[in-house]
């Protein structure tokens, strides 16, 4: 039997993880291929990280000392690795100013 422990360790390197490299992603997102490999990471992990922390739920263990919060992080776990695994191509989703063509359409002019 594992202890849940060793449980709620691994669901926090799991989501340590997924957090890293959705941190960096805008470095990956350099090579179309190193994006998606890092998108099928993070999704992956999240959806590791969801299992895990049903896991600790239902073994009995605790998230940072409650026993409630494994099971709503796990669904937040989830709807973070379908949103990873959208690919916006650089699209501008909102509408305002880009701050990487406002010093080009400076220079333009």
């Not at 959705?22 to 805008?26: E, L, N, P, R, V």
């Given at each position: 039997m594992v202890s849940p422990d060793s449980?709620?360790?691994?669901a926090e390197l799991l989501c340590g993880v997924s957090a890293f490299l959705?941190?960096?992603?805008?470095t990956f997102s350099?090579?179309?291929?190193?994006?998606?490999?890092v998108q099928n990471i993070i999704a992956l992990c999240?959806?590791?990280?969801?299992?895990?922390?049903w896991w600790l739920s239902l073994s009995g263990g605790d998230l940072w000392g409650s026993n409630y919060l494994p099971k709503p992080l796990s669904?937040?776990?989830i709807v973070i690795a379908i949103?990873?695994?959208?690919n916006i191509k650089g699209e501008n989703v909102s509408f305002?100013?880009?701050?990487h063509t406002i010093g080009k359409s400076d220079e333009e002019e």
């Open positions: 449980i709620e360790l691994l959705f941190t960096f992603i805008a350099r090579s179309e291929k190193a994006e998606n490999i999240l959806i590791a990280a969801a299992a895990v922390l669904l937040i776990c949103s990873a695994r959208m305002g100013a880009n701050p």
